[in-house]
């Protein structure tokens, strides 16, 4: 069983940076892929982006186009967290942010994450 609980979240004008922090709970952290996504009003949960867990080739970030060159996600198995760095953000960007734990190696899609977090409203103000 993993719990994941997010912050981090807020209110920031175009262009401007937040960092989003999800805390993990278990014995297992570095087995899992970590991921964020997204969820607009109204659409689909997005992918963001993914980071591997840590194999013998250690860990290996991914990103979806609209974000790549502007977030960066790592994390600290030390301290069972995983981070978003988001810069440069636009008005698009707007949406509750997921972090979620996947026992898949890599994985971009909502269905193959087994455990969620409750979510932290980010709002992109133009």
């Known amino acids: 069983q993993v719990q994941l609980v997010e912050s981090g979240g807020g209110l920031v004008q175009t262009g401007g940076s937040l960092r989003l922090l999800c805390a993990a709970s278990?014995?297992?952290?570095?087995?899992?892929?970590m991921g964020w996504f997204r969820q607009a009003p109204g659409k689909e949960r997005e992918f963001v982006a993914t980071?591997?867990?840590?194999?013998?080739?250690?860990?290996?970030?991914y990103y979806s186009d609209s974000v790549k060159g502007r977030f960066t996600i790592s994390r600290d198995n030390a301290g069972n967290t995983v981070s978003l760095q988001m810069n440069s953000l636009k008005p698009e960007d707007t949406a509750i942010y997921y972090c979620a734990a996947s026992r898949t190696l890599l994985a971009s899609t909502p269905i193959l994450y087994n455990y969620w977090g409750q979510g932290t409203q980010v709002t992109v103000s133009s």
């Open positions: 980071i591997t867990g840590s194999g013998g080739s250690g860990s290996r970030p």
């Open positions: 278990g014995r297992t952290f570095t087995l899992y892929a």
